[in-house]
């Protein structure tokens, strides 16, 4: 089964590729890799929540946060995909996630940013099966682009290209 068909079966579709908002590409290819920008949740070209990561009064979930990865993820894969030109099935060429590094605008006090980014590991999975398994780092920040509560950004190895 395909990333597409994959994909279906999770009810999601690859977003539009959200614009970068400052002076970069949302991804860049070198050889047979492939490194987006970071990814911040958008929805519809909105994030759906702001502010810090945290348990307590006005702080978002760290349940709402890991969701909120995976959205990230997604956006990750459609930055993967918008650069290959090839739609969802650029993503079949996908053989490795390589590398996940994510950011959580964290309240001084909490320590689950590996629980918060299993969100967008667990969506990689399920997307690219054995090839979505990776090294991940988890990085508790004071604040992200736009008060996001989380920032995904992926580095994936293309299968080469046949000549």
Do not use: C, W
Request: hydrophobic residues 50%; aromatic residues 4%; proline residues 7%.
């Amino acid at each position: 089964m395909g990333a597409a068909e994959k994909l279906a079966a999770l009810g999601l579709e690859l977003p539009v590729v959200a614009a970068p908002v400052a002076a970069y590409v949302p991804a860049v290819r070198t050889g047979d890799y492939v490194y987006t920008a970071g990814q911040l949740p958008f929805v519809s070209g909105a994030l759906p929540a702001t502010g810090k990561v945290g348990t307590g009064p006005g702080l978002v979930t760290p349940e709402d946060a890991a969701e909120y990865a995976r959205i990230a993820a997604l956006n990750a894969l459609a930055a993967v995909a918008g650069l290959l030109g090839d739609g969802v099935d650029g993503l079949d060429r996908i053989v490795r996630v390589v590398k996940v590094v994510g950011f959580v605008a964290s309240d001084p006090a909490f320590t689950g940013q590996p629980a918060v980014l299993n969100g967008a590991s667990l969506l990689l999975h399920s997307v690219l099966g054995d090839a979505g398994v990776h090294a991940r780092s988890a990085v508790g920040v004071a604040v992200l682009p736009l008060d996001s509560p989380v920032e995904v950004e992926i580095v994936v190895e293309l299968a080469p290209e046949q000549s």
